[in-house]
């Protein structure tokens, strides 16, 4: 089988250049000649041979600065260079090898020395080539099983902690239930025993007007009159109080669902909800700053199919890095500066299109350089102290979305002018669509 290799002879001696190539093209390789080195140069520009043999001594730039040149050059570094020269002084044969140059070939040519070294330079050119090849392949191949082993360890350590804390939750909200229940029924019995007792007051009352003077006594002393005015006043906050607790169960048990293997249909609303209910004590007024305002604008969403217990996670991590971000915005400020400039998450929902549903989470806190904006998705990136973030959140929060959901998630931010993040989730087309209610734009949640 002929080899098809193309072979640059370069030589100002065209006896030289008849002899080489005439052996080179008997043998079936291509040849192309050049009579100098800049027209070599020019020549290997158009048309990349896979071997080069280059005379030392030619007019004009010389063997060695040839060399010097192609070996400067990107393009042409890799092409093996074998000098051709009758000078055999060792000095010389090392500058050529220091240059780049592979080997030599000495003049007056043997013809099978020259074919032999050709073609040993050649082979070893193209094991070095499959060689590159092997080591590019198998680098990619460990790049991408250290991306798939990151993938997995956030997975691991995303279920991990939802499987914890959901066991951790419904435990919570399961004992909650008990004593609230025990509560609420009791307090239906105990509103109609009052009632009963009052109407046993009035009876008393109204058929012994006037007590014996103990009996009036006791009347002043407890004020029966605003008793019964307070009483009934006073079951209501309880029974308030009941379903208020109830309702943080409720929500509890929403956000730490656990997710089967199927996506199931959710309101992105009740997920939501139910995270800003679990970090209200994040939002409350404290000693320092007034209370963080959610500012909730609602479009009206069709259900979609997700994995509820995931995006939930998802909303409690931006909500949370939100609620850091302000915290961070307000040190170093007095309360009147923050009042000033009042500590605000806006929470917006649309239908994008009829297959999309986008969810923006605004705050107007400190803002990102465009740095750290760079890494934000990154595994184990973190801008928090030691010890208050491991940068798996976001990172968690980005696979969740893209990964698991098939959707988008983008952030858009300044250093001072707050950050907001875009989630757009597909809408499953046979899902059927369910318009939940909504909240007015200028709701604001304390």
Do not use: W
């Amino acid at each position: 089988m002929q080899s098809t290799e193309l072979i640059l002879v370069v030589d100002d001696t065209p006896a030289n250049l008849e002899v080489i190539s005439e052996a080179l093209t008997d043998t079936g390789f291509e040849v192309a000649t050049a009579i100098d080195g800049e027209r070599a140069l020019r020549q290997v520009q158009h048309s990349s041979p896979d071997l080069i043999l280059l005379d030392v001594l030619m007019p004009g730039i010389d063997g060695f600065e040839t060399c010097k040149r192609l070996k400067s050059n990107p393009a042409t570094r890799d092409i093996p260079v074998i000098f051709m020269t009758a000078i055999s002084d060792t000095d010389s044969k090392v500058k050529g090898l220091s240059l780049g140059a592979v080997d030599y070939i000495t003049k007056p040519f043997q013809e099978q020395e020259v074919l032999a070294r050709v073609r040993t330079h050649l082979q070893l050119r193209t094991l070095t080539k499959s060689l590159e090849q092997q080591v590019l392949k198998r680098t990619a191949e460990l790049s991408q099983a250290l991306c798939n082993l990151k993938e997995s360890q956030i997975q691991l350590v995303q279920r991990e902690k939802m499987s914890t804390l959901g066991q951790l939750v419904a435990g919570v909200a399961h004992e909650i239930n008990n004593p609230v229940g025990f509560i609420t029924g009791n307090l239906r019995h105990a509103e109609e025993y009052i009632q009963h007792l009052m109407h046993l007051v009035d009876l008393y009352q109204q058929y012994y007007p006037e007590p014996v003077e103990a009996v009036q006594a006791a009347i002043e002393s407890i004020d029966l009159v605003y008793l019964r005015e307070d009483l009934p006043k006073l079951l209501k906050s309880m029974k308030q109080g009941t379903d208020r607790i109830r309702e943080i169960s409720i929500s509890l048990r929403t956000f730490s669902r656990a997710d089967s293997d199927r996506k199931v249909l959710f309101d992105i609303h009740e997920g939501i909800d139910s995270t800003i209910l679990i970090l209200k004590h994040r939002l409350k007024e404290t000693e320092k700053r007034p209370a963080i305002q959610v500012i909730k604008q609602y479009g009206k969403l069709p259900l979609i199919e997700c994995f509820p217990g995931q995006l939930n996670q998802v909303f409690m991590n931006l909500l949370a890095n939100a609620i850091d971000a302000l915290e961070e915005f307000n040190k170093g400020c007095c309360i009147e500066e923050i009042m000033a400039h009042p500590n605000q998450i806006v929470i917006q929902t649309v239908v994008t299109d009829h297959s999309h549903v986008q969810i923006r989470i605004r705050d107007n806190g400190t803002g990102m350089s465009d740095d750290v904006k760079s890494r934000l998705f990154d595994h184990l990136f973190t801008t928090k102290p030691v010890g208050q973030g491991t940068g798996l959140g976001l990172s968690i929060a980005h696979q969740i979305v893209v990964n698991k959901h098939r959707g988008t998630i983008e952030v858009n931010t300044a250093p001072g002018e707050g950050t907001e993040f875009i989630v757009s989730l597909p809408v499953v087309q046979n899902s059927e669509p369910e318009l939940v209610s909504t909240v007015n734009s200028d709701g604001v949640m304390g």
